[in-house]
């Protein structure tokens, strides 16, 4: 079984403006809106592509109740904590000449609620993929990965970490089977810019070196680079496109490559999945449906 973490859902309202004015009042085009959060968008994504997975994380309130029917009239299994104070946040994108976000604060996290998350993934099995990814809210610890991590080394657990800086250098000696920076984060950690396939897989091989199974690194309009765990390197571009959405497009590629690896077991046809999935995602409004990455995968 698949399970996704996400620590701080959220639904995304998506707002289509002609002009905004500041101080005024404004008016819509359009808008739509959409149950956001990594670990939700990886579920989405595996759904789409007919692979079930179970959606953990902290719900609150109207919004979070909202999130979770959402997901299950989707045939998502969710097994969410409910909280008992605040709201699950709300993030307001404006869209018009330029994209404006106002992303909001989420509910309190209890040592209590974090508890109950840990009892949850205690109850994973050998064999079982875990997916966590996003930041980590004020309320938890920041050290939260570790934990996670720590609980789950040893147990014959797939972990797979989507995440930046410290979150996922500090886990990488724990084994994880797949992490996912993208050419910029790995640049970040690593202290020096890396743009070229060599840089990048040089790159790669320095996060194998401490710790990691397998490095893909994504590289947006110039597809990604996958080191694997037999320090096999294999390149793919992406399917050229209008982006018209950024948001959950690297969330795609993750749930692509582990549905691809599921399928086949085989990293190339993992890779070339997760950039289908990805690069159908930028080319869409929200996240991809399964006909249209799959059209892409064809390509």
Do not use: W
Request: proline share 2%; glycine share 12%.
């Amino acid at each position: 079984m698949i399970y996704t973490v996400t620590f701080s859902p959220a639904i995304d309202y998506v707002v289509h403006m002609d002009s905004f004015e500041q101080g005024a009042t404004n008016r819509s085009r359009d808008e739509e809106y959409y149950f956001g959060g990594k670990g939700i968008n990886v579920s989405t994504v595996l759904k789409n592509l007919g692979i079930e997975s179970s959606a953990l994380g902290f719900i609150s309130g109207f919004t979070g109740h909202a999130i979770q029917e959402g997901l299950e009239q989707k045939g998502i299994a969710t097994d969410f904590i409910d909280l008992k104070e605040g709201i699950t946040r709300i993030n307001i994108k404006i869209k018009n000449s330029v994209e404006t976000e106002i992303n909001g604060q989420g509910p309190h996290i209890s040592d209590k609620a974090a508890g109950e998350l840990f009892g949850k993934l205690g109850r994973l099995k050998e064999g079982d993929i875990l997916v966590i990814s996003g930041s980590v809210p004020s309320s938890m610890p920041s050290d939260i990965y570790e934990q996670i991590m720590q609980q789950t080394a040893g147990r014959g657990i797939m972990t797979v970490v989507d995440a930046t800086g410290s979150l996922l250098l500090n886990v990488l000696e724990y084994r994880p089977f797949l992490i996912k920076p993208n050419n910029d984060e790995i640049s970040e950690m690593l202290g020096e810019k890396m743009e070229s396939t060599a840089e990048i897989t040089a790159g790669a091989r320095r996060l194998r070196e401490k710790g990691a199974r397998n490095v893909l690194v994504s590289r947006g309009a110039k597809g990604a680079v996958l080191v694997t765990e037999n320090d096999e390197v294999i390149s793919a571009e992406t399917i050229k496109g209008v982006t018209v959405n950024t948001v959950g497009a690297g969330d795609s590629m993750v749930a692509g490559f582990i549905a691809g690896y599921i399928k086949t077991r085989d990293y190339d046809y993992a890779l070339r999945l997760g950039i289908a999935a990805g690069s159908a995602t930028a080319c869409s409004p929200g996240l991809a449906s399964g006909e249209e990455i799959n059209r892409r995968m064809e390509k």
